[in-house]
């Protein structure tokens, strides 16, 4: 956002604030939000420097989660594909380039499960390849504006959290990566019926360009909330942000 020297600039900041507020938080408020005197409403902000600008974009775009994760139907499911539409050769993208992908140690990994959990907190591979696997052909979208259909196996994260005995009602399911990329998502969504712990890319083993051993696929949510080479699941109610979204990407996240 640009700096304002003398007087502040009602365009750019009614501007400003909705870019921050996305689509599901607009249609909350309907167009009356979108003046100054509403965002003054809103935010409880005075407005009357830059630093009080800076504050309220901050309250509206954390706004902007909770209306999104109200606006959040746990039963709702994304679209599925027939398998002739997959995306080939499927996009690779990661915050480097793919000849820096990490190398992953199957027989020495272990997934580490923590926080507000009362059951298993280990997990070799062979384990989560034992349990009931499902797949889906889903539409991957990512933010800087490609999207692709692609097919994921694996295990239901629900059932994962069940057999950690995760405290389900905790805010937030945090991943930690062998990249030392991070994210984290609202339990809603961790619960979701296509939320797949996956172990497979179109009936192989995950390659390592698409997160070996394992990627978090939410077909609920823009490809940056789904995390590649997970190592680490944390359930906890302290907000743990990400890579992204401490860069400033919208937390929820939802497509
Ligand atoms: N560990 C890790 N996971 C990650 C990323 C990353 O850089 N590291 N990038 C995210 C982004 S922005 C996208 S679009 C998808 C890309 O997944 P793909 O390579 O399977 O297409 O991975 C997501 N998960
Ligand atoms: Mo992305």
């Not at 689509?23 to 935010?43: H, N, Q, W």
């Not at 942000?241 to 937390?251: A, F, I």
Request: net charge positive.
């Amino acid at each position: 956002m640009s700096i304002r020297n003398t007087k502040l600039d009602a365009e750019s900041i009614i501007k400003d604030a909705a870019k921050e507020l996305k689509a599901p938080a607009r249609r909350l408020f309907g167009k009356r939000i979108l003046s100054l005197g509403g965002l003054v409403m809103l935010s409880g902000c005075n407005l009357t420097d830059d630093k009080s600008v800076n504050a309220m974009l901050r309250k509206i775009s954390s706004f902007n989660d909770d209306a999104q994760a109200l606006l959040f139907d746990p039963n709702k499911l994304a679209p599925t594909y027939p398998e002739s539409m997959i995306t080939r050769p499927f996009p690779f993208n990661a915050f480097y380039d793919i000849d820096e992908v990490p190398e992953v140690d199957a027989s020495a990994y272990k997934l580490e499960v923590g926080g507000r959990v009362t059951g298993k907190r280990v997990w070799t591979l062979d384990e989560l390849h034992a349990m009931p696997q499902e797949s889906q052909v889903t539409r991957h979208i990512c933010i800087e504006g490609w999207s692709a259909i692609g097919k994921w196996g694996g295990v239901r994260f629900a059932h994962v959290l069940a057999r950690a005995g995760a405290d389900t009602s905790a805010k937030y399911v945090a991943f930690h990566c062998a990249d030392n990329y991070s994210t984290s998502i609202d339990m809603p969504t961790a619960l979701h019926a296509q939320t797949l712990l996956t172990l497979t890319y179109d009936g192989q083993f995950l390659p390592p360009k698409y997160g070996f051993p394992m990627k978090l696929r939410m077909p609920t949510k823009l490809g940056y909330k789904n995390p590649k080479h997970i190592v680490a699941i944390t359930v906890t109610n302290d907000y743990p942000g990400g890579y992204w979204e401490n860069q400033g990407y919208n937390w929820f996240g939802g497509s």
